[in-house]
């Protein structure tokens, strides 16, 4: 499994750490990711996902999973929530 966020597509960056003589040397920055179960309203249900967590404060500011969901692009989202993705608007249809 790649390290990335399956919310926000958040990934590893590179980048140099730089001594106080100034020589660089290459670095990666790593996503500060944990693996989470996130509850859906709609689904009614829990849902694991590894999300990093910048977004999840971002889930939680906009009101929940489904609704970070629905206002999310579909190629932020890792396949699996992709897949939770479309179940959440079927399930809202359905109750409508």
């Known amino acids: 499994m790649a390290r990335r966020c399956e919310l ?9 750490n730089v001594s106080h003589a100034l ?10 990711l944990c693996s989470v179960t996130l509850m859906s309203e709609a689904l009614g249900e829990g849902v694991k996902l590894k999300v990093s967590a910048s977004a999840l404060r971002t889930v ?9 969901l629905l206002k999310a692009k579909d190629t932020e989202l890792s396949p ?3 897949t939770v993705k479309k179940e959440v608007r079927k399930a809202l249809a359905e109750a409508s």
Do not use: I, Q
């Open 80 to 82: 699996r929530a992709l």
């Open 23 to 32: 020589n660089r040397t290459r670095r990666k920055f790593l996503p500060n």
């Open 8 to 16: 926000s597509g958040k990934g590893v960056m590179s980048g140099n």
């Open 60 to 68: 939680e500011h906009r009101g929940g999973l489904d609704a970070y």
